[in-house]
Structures are given as C-alpha cells and as structure tokens.
C-alpha cells in the first residue's frame, strides 16, 4: 500500500516541474516581447540632434558596431544582444570595416538601427535597415529606402533621385 502514495507523489512532483518549466518559458518570452516593444518605442523616438547617450538609453544599450565616416560615426544598434541580420547569430562579420570614406560603402546590416552621429555626438540621421521605409535625412527630409548610404556626403537627400 505504501507504493500507491509514492507513485502519486512522483507524478505530482512532475507535473509541477514541468509547469515551473513552462511559467519560466512564458517569463522569458513576456521579457523578450517587453524588450522588443521598449526598443520599438525608442526607435520612434529618435530626433536629429538628440546625443549619443540619449540614443544608447532609447535604445537600450550602446551601439554594437560602429564605424567612421568623414568626421561622422555611424552606429549601428540591435534589438538583441548578438542579434544580427535578424537572427541570434555567432556576432557581427569580422570582415565589417572600420571607416569608408564613400557613404554608399556603409555596411547593410539587416535589422539594425543605423545612426550617424557628428562630431559632437548630435544625431545627423538614422534609419531602421529592413524594418522601416524611409531614412531621416539630416535637413529632416525622409527618403525612401533603408540605409544612411542613400543619402548624399553631407547626409542629405540625392539631387535628382540619383543614388549610388
């Protein structure tokens, strides 16, 4: 007789470890969609002329890619850790340049936030590559595409729809 309760036991025991296992799945993925929905408002929160460091807060976290161009530097900012080209993939391609001195070279990095910063780390433009329309240019026109190398070298729209 003393089987029956252990047994009983035993599939008690079991059915609440795979319900802490699922309620910690579930605690994950409410924290992931959280984080994606913070990152989604930062985006749209970004202005020309904001600071870096207001941009690393929005954004939740300092850019993971950066990479100069004239006096600017552009980066280059993930929903993830580690995402990249919208996957969670082994890091960025080591073959990623430091500096271009031609804008339309700037690496097309799916799924990331590109943001050119001057000198002074003001925001110039930015754009969301793969995931939004239009690239904010820095007289604050928005140009059709989704990458800050559409854009002319002073980061302003192409006379003429002329593109690289």
């Not at 047994?7 to 799945?25: E, H």
């Not at 890619?65 to 850790?81: L, T």
């Not at 904010?136 to 593109?163: C, F, H, M, W, Y």
Request: net charge positive; hydrophobic share 45%; proline share 5%.
């Amino acid at each position: 007789m003393t089987t029956q309760p252990r047994s009983i036991r035993a599939k008690v025991l079991g059915v609440l470890l795979v319900l802490v296992a699922c309620l910690g799945l579930l605690a994950e993925t409410l924290h992931a969609a959280a984080r994606n929905r913070l990152f989604f408002d930062g985006y749209e929160s970004l202005a020309l002329g904001m600071s870096r460091a207001e941009v690393d807060r929005l954004l939740l976290a300092p850019a993971a890619y950066i990479c100069k161009y004239r006096s600017h530097r552009v980066h280059y900012y993930f929903r993830e850790e580690g995402m990249v080209f919208g996957v969670l993939s082994g890091g960025l391609p080591k073959e990623l340049p430091g500096e271009v001195t031609d804008i339309s070279r700037l690496p097309n990095l799916y799924a990331a936030v590109q943001v050119a910063f001057s000198s002074d780390d003001r925001v110039l433009a930015f754009t969301w590559i793969g995931e939004t329309f239009n690239v904010v240019a820095a007289d604050g026109t928005k140009v059709p595409g989704t990458n800050i190398g559409l854009l002319d070298a002073e980061l302003r729209p192409r006379q003429s729809g002329v593109r690289p």
